[in-house]
């Protein structure tokens, strides 16, 4: 009876609702890319997925900073012609700066000597990183009004595009530019799906007061760019850093077997965190408007969490090595070596990424900044330091990233008892919370 009641209350929860159909989607995207990525690996091989990799963050990083972070405000105003007010604000501001990474880069890598490829590169970074931005917009438009499938859809479509199209091209042996064209082609794909929701609101007449207000709510949600975007800047750059110190201290094909690693243990995060990431920040924020308790949902949401990231990761840290060598062929074996080595980091990366927009929800956007910066510190520190000691043979790369996983292991651990402690104390400070208990 209890197992029959419990699977009722599942179907009738609007959170259970939302995850699964954001996971349905979440999970076929990530399938297709997983089941041909055993392909996909014969056909480009570390190096190449080294250079893709400089390539890729350097968009993450324009992405990053293009809005000001004012995206991850859409969710939060109560009335939906100021979420879209702030929709607009960041598609102007990221003009603004997309236009601005143009002109750097031009400059930067044409001003002494101009080179066809380099400026085809520099228009695939400029062109993918505005389709990128406009789909995380419209990502957190569809999250307000609860448009879960076009979600779906939208990863779906990115998904198929961008793997359908590195197995046509590494079927031609292309290269690295084989893994940017279809990067550059499944982002502009994605993003089509939010054009019409901009446009039919754009429709609308701006003027004066709508000016003044979009002023309004940009001091509203400062702490966005102010706070959010720190953090968020800081990560980006910590990326691309460690980019260029693991291809310039030890080599591309050693940054290719890291960026491999690193993005088949991010699998559970993009195949179930995301979604619920995604569903917890719109539940949160209307908890937060309707003065509810947050903690029980937190601490519910981190055992789930938990539970579900002790399988796959356990799999990955004792068989690792032999796995990738298999699934993905032999060149690939050192970067299982690397994944049983980094497995609880990144099981700790799953449990709290999903719950990293709480502090934005509770403006403590400051003080998770700072943790953030801690844990990028380490990072760098130890990818920049340890060689030095520990040299740059197999050992030592080994001795460096063990170093580097359980630093990041006993950060996150804290970073998660300090999202509890803030939901906690918002519960404390909540005159409602003791209505909603006694209900």
């Known amino acids: 009876m209890l197992f029959k009641k419990t699977i009722q209350n599942a179907k009738k929860s609007d959170f259970l609702k939302s995850v699964s159909v954001l996971m349905t989607g979440t999970i076929l995207a990530q399938l297709i890319g997983y089941l041909l990525a055993p392909i996909i690996t014969r056909y480009f091989s570390p190096s190449e997925m080294g250079e893709f990799g400089l390539f890729q963050r350097i968009v993450v990083l324009i992405t990053t900073i293009a809005t000001a972070r004012y995206e991850l405000a859409i969710p939060l105003p109560k009335k939906h012609s100021d979420s879209f007010l702030i929709f607009r604000l960041s598609i102007r501001i990221a003009l603004i700066t997309i236009t601005i990474s143009f002109a750097f880069l031009s400059f930067y890598y044409l001003s002494n000597n101009f080179d066809l490829e380099r400026l085809i590169w520099i228009i695939c970074i400029c062109t993918t990183s505005f389709a990128l931005l406009f789909f995380n917009l419209g990502t957190n438009w569809s999250i307000r009004h609860q448009h879960f499938k076009k979600l779906t859809y939208s990863k779906i479509t990115n998904s198929f595009v961008l793997n359908g199209s590195r197995v046509i091209l590494g079927f031609f042996h292309s290269g690295k530019w084989g893994l940017i064209i279809s990067f550059v082609i499944s982002s502009i794909a994605a993003s089509f799906y939010f054009i019409p929701d901009y446009l039919s609101q754009s429709k609308e007449k701006l ?85 509810k308790p947050l903690f029980p949902l937190v601490k519910r949401m981190l055992i789930n969490l938990i539970s579900l990231s002790v399988v796959p990761f356990g799999i990955i840290f004792f068989w690792g090595e032999e796995l ?15 994944s049983e080595i980094m497995a609880p980091w990144l099981m700790l990366n799953f449990i709290t990424s999903p719950l990293s927009t709480l502090p934005l929800v ?16 380490f990072q760098l520190l130890g990818f920049w330091y340890l060689p030095k000691i520990y040299g740059t043979n197999e ?45």
């Open 207 to 291: 003027s004066t007061l709508t000016r003044k207000k979009t002023v309004v709510l940009a001091r509203i949600y400062k702490d966005f760019p102010l706070a959010n975007l720190p953090h968020a800047l800081s990560d980006s750059m910590k990326d691309l850093i460690i980019a260029v110190l693991l291809s310039t201290i030890f080599s591309e094909q050693l940054f290719g077997s890291f960026d491999h690693s690193y993005r088949m243990l991010r699998l559970p995060v993009m195949l179930i965190g995301v979604s619920m990431g995604q569903v917890f920040f719109n539940r949160i924020s209307a908890y937060k408007n309707q003065y």
């Open 362 to 377: 509770l403006n403590r956007q400051r003080s998770f900044f700072v943790l953030g910066i801690t844990l990028s510190v």
């Open 395 to 439: 050992a030592g790369i080994e001795t460096v990233f063990q170093f580097v996983t359980w630093s990041q292991v006993a950060l996150s651990s804290f970073i998660a008892l300090y999202l509890l402690w803030i939901a906690k104390k918002s519960d404390v400070s909540n005159p409602l919370n003791a209505i909603f208990k006694s209900k």
């Open 324 to 338: 990738f060598a298999i699934v993905f062929g032999e060149s690939w074996r050192f970067s299982g070596r690397l």
